[in-house]
Structures are given as structure tokens and as C-alpha cells.
């Protein structure tokens, strides 16, 4: 994930060396005499004040290198523009672009990043600071003690007793689990079909022994201790935990099997404690410390990874280190300060905000394993070593529902869907804990009565504290926001009504960690329903080559082969499979994988708001100029999608795509410019406002086909058969345009309103 830090600006007098003609005469060129502020984050609106601007702001651009900034207002002594994301550090160019033409500045502009200071006065730590740690926190010989003590466990039963309402059904799910596999089969080492993955231990590590361990400590029934412990000397047996081939499952792995022995410590006798302790650290403390120390024995450097194999790894390490510290307290100490160092890369990957690249299932997959083993290193080091200090990771507890509608949550990425009131992404309690944030323990309480009591599995139950709930006070998320690090914009007519219009926009980095091809992806949510979907998410589970790298390359000439298969064949991973534009759809990939989407303006007040992404980069091949702007318009519950676009080849396709499961109760017009979706006794329309000559076409949900396009369908139908997930429950609402040359606005209108007759204005004149 990049990390965005304030901008610091360097602007000096812009000198231009050349004339700006008009009809022949010369004018006076521009010049830049102030700029407020000076500094901030992308997002940041600023202001240039100057003389000889053009007096429409929509005929000038400001260049900051290679990067092309629309105005978002201004006049001939002001131009005002946002910094857009994905500005790296370094020194650019200023110029200005007017009349078509470019005027270059003997200055330039400066960025940058606050990551160049020390992130923590505690980094690095070393093995004596560790020692000291465990020393302080007085916890030699106790157990339990990495996320929870005795004293804990009957804190929590006495909730359990005192609190049904909420926390039984959680409860009840952890014992019922317990209780099953007390007769089940032990699990033994099974590598997947694609020969990478040991998938038992997933279950083992993340489900079985973590219910069997609170199961054993809520009754005391030495049963679940006994089953624990035969899963446990398994596993020892095993001939690996996939330290050489794939640490996620070592790091998932070592992390439950901390937590039983930790819990069931006291059932143990010294030799079985012994052979636990021998197996743990054959099978994962040892490759773990020599992977990090040597950078030998590994498939790829995981520790050094900004994503969510830094948080299982590391914190799988740290937990397991903790649980069994006095068996050789100079390894451990070493141990978990290598892990710990290398952590505070994943937790910089959560500034400025708290938001994950990766989307919620990675987000939440990465931190259970992170945030147990910052509670472990808090309870048994009495520290987390400046790990906890950062701001994103403060805030990152409230990411699920900043990215959340009144009827879903945003997909993106290999992310699975989230869609309708009972089945949004959830938080988690240790965040409202830790940082002791009543807020958010009351919104994620409230959520998970929502849910009918649900919580967020063994690991809420652990962490939630009662008194802190009755704290908190309703905090509303804002009906506007960036959420900077997922490049996730959004505008929500209200907070209170479940039918609240809501549209939301992907934009950032087609290379994020587990990203598809969706930059510019849209979401809708209307009259209580999900209208447009941005993705389809992730493909379940993966097949052997969907990582794979894919030709024809993006970069290659127009082909209709299929001649390599991998990442960019599959459905739900193309731009076709997205609420995205396609151009000249054909074998390779529809947009640009290390493209970027930037945000370039944006405005809010009481009745409306918008968004606009720069797709340029993203679609660089086929459009020399592309913008996607999205609006709401709160008081005629107004949602308006706009694309304005040139493509560079004559005679192009072009598709509009909006996928959606409202294709069964949705029906065309006449003329096929207005869809409308009848639910639950209220009618969404959806309606062209331009070009003129464009038409709606329904493609229904099917459980027999893919619904490629009709130009991808014969050069995917036969090398991908049986390869991609049925998309049963997701039709589309499609436009086609042929012929595409020059200039192009796409325009669609989703409202209440059936006379609705409002025309496209241009994005450049867009206003609150």
C-alpha cells in the first residue's frame, strides 16, 4: 500500500518562457504570486493566487511533473485544485497548461514524506529490551496469559451469565463447535489442489484449537483440554507447517497453537509441555527467525511485505514466542524482536486513516493474528513498542463501516460480497478496547444487534467490555468522506433510513496487494436495496493459476489469442466483470495494471456532493482523456454517474457497465434509455441522460454462464470452462456504444423520480 504523508510546496514565482497567443495577438502570461496552504495531504484543496489566469478554469491545467491536475474552480487571478493520490516524493516541474499549450517554470514543487523521520523512538528493538519486558511485566510461570488471564475469564463468564441478550449465541457457538469436534477426526497435514497450501491447518489454527482452548477455560471440562492437546502432539508429527513453501499457513498455525497451549497449559504435564514446545519451535520458530535473520529457506521476503502476510506472520510468531518464552527466554527474545520490528511496516500501511488496499476480508485476515499479538506484547511486555503509537492503526477499527452503505459494504480486490442490513463487514471489539474508544464499541455493539446478536466470533467475545458500550454515544459516520489508503469515496443522503441514496467510487492502484482491474468501480444503494455492485469479489477458492501472470500484457497489440492464462482471464478480476467502462474489448487486459485513478476534485455541503477521478492512466492505451465523476443530490435523491472520455482509436466500443442483482425485478422503457427496478413496493429508475442514441440492454443472472462480453466471450468460453465462479445472484445493466470517435460523455441518473428530465452538464461545471 503507498503511505500518503503531507505534501510540503516549494512554489516559487512561475517565470514562463514562452507567449500564450490568442487570434494572433499576444496576452500576458501568467503568473503565481501566492499559494495557500502550503502544505497537506492528498485531498488537500489548494488555492493559487496570480494574474492572466484563463477566465475559464476548464481551459487550464496545472502540471506537477507527468501529473495532470484539473482545476476545480477558479478565475483570471485564482485557480484552485485538489492534490490528487499516489504523488511519490521528490521534486516536479511546475507548469501550467493554457490555450493547449504548455509554459514551463524555472521552479518546482517539492513532496515530501513525513516517513522519513524516525516512526518510533522505541524502533528497533532489541532482544534486552524484550527481556526486560517480560521481566517487568511479572507473568513468568502464569497461564493463561497472552490475550486474557484467569481474572478475564471470569469477567467474561460473569457477562455470559449476566448478558444473554447479546453474548450467548457467540457462546453457545463456541461451545457447540467444541463439542463437535470432540468426536471428529483429527486433522492431519493435506496440502490443496494447487500443492501450495496446507489447508487443514487454516481450520486448525484460526477455528479448532482457539474453541477447544475457551471451551476448556469457560468449563473447566478437561475433555476439550484433552482433544486440544491430541490436535496439538498432530501437528507436531507433521512433516512441515509450510515455513519453505507458503509462511501464511507457519504464521496462522503458530498463532492458534499459542493460544491452546497458553490455555490448556495447566492440563499439561512437563513432558508433553516439552514435546508441544519442540514441535512449535522445529516447525515455525526456528524457520521463522532464520527467514527474517538470513532471508534463506523462504518462498518471498513476507517479513519485509506492507500487507496482510506481514500481520499473520510476525504476530503468529510473536503470540507463539510469548506462550512458551521461558523455555529459552534469549531465542524468544531475539525472536520477537525481529518479528516486532518487522510489523511496524504493516502497521505504516494503515496511515493515514486506518484503511486497508486489500479490502475487509484481507484487512480483518491480517490483524487477528496483528492485534492478538499486540494484546500479547502489551499483557507480557508490558509494551508494544511504539507499534500502537501510529494513527492509522488507532482508526482502523472504524474502517468496515466508513466504507459502509445503509444496505452493504464496499467490495474490492479478492474480497468476498457484503451486501444487504444483516450482512455488512464487521469490526472487531479489541480495537474499542484497546484504544478505548467507547464510540466505536457502541457503533459495533448496535451493528451487532443488528446482526441479531452476532459478534465477530471468539475474538469479540474475548474483548468486549460492557461498561465501555454504555460509554459510547451514536456516532454517525460522516454522510461524505475519502477514505484515503482504500481510495474509497462516498456520498450518503442520510444516516437514519435504511432506503437513503448512496453511491460510492473505487478509485487508487490497479497493483494494490490483491487488487483486480476496478479502478473507477461504482456502487448504489437506494430505497433499501443494493442497485450497482463495483465488483463481483474474489474467485473461491483460488484456482491453481489465478495468480498467474496473464498474456497478451496489457502493453501488447490488439489480439483476440488467449495465449497464457492466469490472474487477468478470470471474470470477477477483468474490468468486464466491474461497473467499469471497456473499450475494444479483446484478450488483454481491459485496464491498465499499474494504472492509476486519482482524485482531482471533489466538493460536499448540505444538499449535494461529488467526486471526480482522473482514469487516464488507468485507461492510457485507449483514451487520451478520460474522467469518471460521481454526484448526489440529497434533496431530489438524485444520483448521477458521469464519464467524459476521448478515445484515441476512430470507430471504438465502448461498454458501459453496472452490475447488479436487481436484473429479475428490473424492466426497460421503450426506447430502452430508462430501467426500472420495482422492490419491495418501491420503484428506482434508472435512466440515460446521454449520448442521445444510447440503450439500456439487461443481462440476466445466470447459473450456466459467465456473461463475457459478446467480443471476450469466444476468446475465454473454452480456456477458461469451469475455471470461474458462477456469478448466479449478479446480472448487469449494460450500454454499448459503437462507433465511438472524438469527445464522449456518458451520463445515467439513478432517482425517484420517473419525470425526472435533467440534462448532462459538463463535469468541469459540476457545483453543489
Request: glycine share 8%; aromatic share 12%; charged share 20%.
Amino acid at each position: 500500500m503507498r503511505i500518503f504523508y503531507p505534501f510540503i510546496f516549494l512554489f516559487f514565482l512561475l517565470a514562463c518562457k514562452d507567449n500564450v497567443t490568442d487570434n494572433g495577438n499576444d496576452t500576458q502570461i501568467p503568473t503565481i504570486e501566492k499559494i495557500s496552504p502550503l502544505s497537506g495531504r492528498s485531498g488537500t484543496q489548494v488555492t493559487i493566487t496570480g494574474n492572466n489566469f484563463a477566465e475559464n478554469f476548464a481551459y487550464e491545467l496545472v502540471l506537477l511533473g507527468e501529473n495532470e491536475i484539473i482545476p476545480s474552480g477558479g478565475d483570471e487571478s485564482t485557480i484552485t485544485f485538489v492534490i490528487p493520490t499516489h504523488i511519490t516524493s521528490g521534486n516536479y516541474p511546475i507548469k501550467i497548461k493554457l490555450g493547449g499549450k504548455e509554459f514551463e517554470s524555472n521552479y518546482s514543487f517539492n513532496v515530501e514524506k513525513e516517513s522519513d523521520k524516525p516512526i518510533s523512538d522505541k524502533i528497533p528493538i532489541d532482544k534486552n529490551s524484550v527481556t526486560k519486558g517480560f521481566l517487568k511485566a511479572g507473568v513468568e510461570g502464569i497461564h493463561p496469559r497472552l490475550f486474557y488471564n484467569e481474572a478475564r475469564i471470569a469477567e467474561i463468564m460473569s457477562v455470559v451469565n449476566g448478558d444473554r441478550k447479546f453474548v450467548a449465541r457467540t457462546y453457545s457457538d463456541i461451545i457447540n463447535q467444541a463439542k463437535n469436534l470432540l468426536s471428529a477426526p483429527l486433522k492431519v497435514w493435506k496440502l490443496d489442489d494447487t500443492n501450495l497450501r496446507i489447508s487443514t491447518i487454516h481450520e486448525i489454527g484460526n477455528t479448532d484449537l482457539p474453541v477447544l482452548s475457551l471451551a476448556y477455560l469457560f468449563t473447566k471440562d478437561v475433555k476439550y483440554a484433552e482433544r486440544c492437546y491430541r490436535q496439538m502432539q498432530s501437528m507436531c508429527s507433521w512433516k512441515d507447517w509450510g515455513a519453505s513453501r507458503h509462511f501464511l499457513d507457519t504464521g496462522i498455525g503458530a498463532r492458534g497453537f499459542a493460544m491452546a497451549y497458553d490455555a490448556i497449559y495447566d492440563y499439561l504435564n512437563d513432558k508433553q509441555r516439552s514435546e508441544l514446545i519442540d514441535g512449535l519451535r522445529r516447525l515455525a520458530l526456528e524457520p521463522g527467525k532464520m527467514q527474517i535473520e538470513t532471508g534463506q529457506g523462504q518462498a518471498w521476503a513476507w517479513y519485509n511485505s506492507n500487507n496482510n502476510w506481514n500481520g499473520i506472520c510476525n504476530g503468529g510468531l510473536i503470540c507463539a514466542a510469548l506462550a512458551v518464552y521461558e523455555s529459552d527466554p534469549d531465542f524468544m527474545s531475539q525472536l520477537i524482536a525481529l518479528a516486532a520490528n518487522k510489523m511496524m511496516i504493516y502497521m505504516q500501511s494503515f496511515e493515514p486513516d486506518g484503511a486497508s488496499e486489500e479490502g475487509l476480508m484481507y484487512w480483518s485476515y491480517g490483524l487477528t493474528n496483528a492485534f492478538l499479538a499486540l494484546e500479547a506484547m502489551q499483557r507480557n511486555l508490558t509494551t508494544t513498542y511504539g507499534l500502537t503509537d501510529l494513527n492509522g492503526i488507532s482508526k482502523t477499527g472504524w474502517f468496515p463501516y466508513n466504507v459502509s452503505g445503509p444496505v452493504g459494504t464496499a467490495t474490492f480486490g479478492d474480497d468476498y460480497l457484503y451486501y444487504g442490513k444483516t450482512n455488512k463487514f464487521l469490526s472487531y471489539f479489541w480495537f474499542a478496547h484497546f484504544f478505548n474508544d467507547p464510540n466505536l464499541a457502541k457503533k459495533h455493539y448496535d451493528e451487532c444487534i443488528s446482526r441479531q446478536g452476532m459478534m465477530n466470533g471468539y475474538h469479540d467475545l474475548l474483548f468486549y467490555y460492557p461498561e465501555l458500550v454504555n460509554q459510547g454515544i451514536v456516532s454517525e459516520i460522516p454522510l461524505q468522506g475519502y477514505v484515503k489508503g482504500a481510495d474509497y469515496m462516498y456520498i450518503n443522503q442520510n444516516n437514519s433510513d435504511i432506503n437513503s441514496f448512496y453511491v460510492g467510487m473505487h478509485g487508487g492502484d490497479n497493483s494494490a496487494s490483491h487488487g483486480h482491474l476496478d479502478a473507477g468501480s461504482f456502487y448504489v444503494q437506494a430505497n433499501g436495496e443494493c442497485i450497482f455492485i463495483g465488483s463481483l469479489g474474489t474467485t473461491n477458492p483460488y484456482p491453481a493459476d489465478y495468480f498467474d501472470e496473464t498474456a497478451p500484457y496489457y502493453e501488447s497489440n490488439s489480439t483476440t489469442t488467449a495465449s497464457s492464462p492466469g490472474r487477468f482471464y478470470y471474470y470477477r478480476v477483468r474490468t468486464e466483470g466491474k461497473s467499469c467502462l471497456v473499450v475494444n474489448p479483446d484478450a488483454r487486459p481491459e485496464q491498465n495494471p499499474k494504472g492509476m485513478a486519482r482524485l482531482i476534485n471533489q466538493n460536499s455541503g448540505n444538499n449535494s456532493g461529488f467526486y471526480i477521478l482522473d482514469m487516464s492512466d488507468i485507461y492510457k492505451r485507449d483514451m487520451n482523456k478520460y474522467i469518471r465523476g460521481i454526484k448526489l443530490n440529497r434533496v431530489t435523491q438524485t444520483i448521477t454517474i458521469q464519464d467524459e472520455f476521448t478515445p484515441k482509436k476512430n470507430g471504438s466500443t465502448v461498454y458501459w457497465l453496472g452490475h447488479t442483482p436487481q436484473t429479475g425485478s428490473m424492466t426497460l422503457s421503450n426506447d430502452k434509455k430508462v430501467a426500472t427496478c420495482f422492490k419491495s413496493g418501491k420503484s428506482t429508475i434508472i435512466r440515460i441522460v446521454s449520448p442521445a442514441d444510447a440503450a439500456f440492454e439487461i443481462v440476466n443472472n445466470t447459473e450456466t454462464d459467465i456473461n463475457y462480453l459478446d467480443e471476450t466471450r469466444p476468446i475465454f468460453s473454452s480456456i477458461m470452462k469451469q475455471k470461474n465462479q458462477i456469478n448466479k445472484w449478479y446480472g448487469k445493466l449494460q450500454i454499448k456504444l459503437q462507433n465511438v470517435s472524438g469527445p464522449t460523455t456518458i451520463t445515467v441518473e439513478i432517482t425517484n423520480n420517473s419525470a425526472s428530465n435533467n440534462p448532462s452538464v459538463p463535469i468541469n461545471e459540476w457545483n453543489l
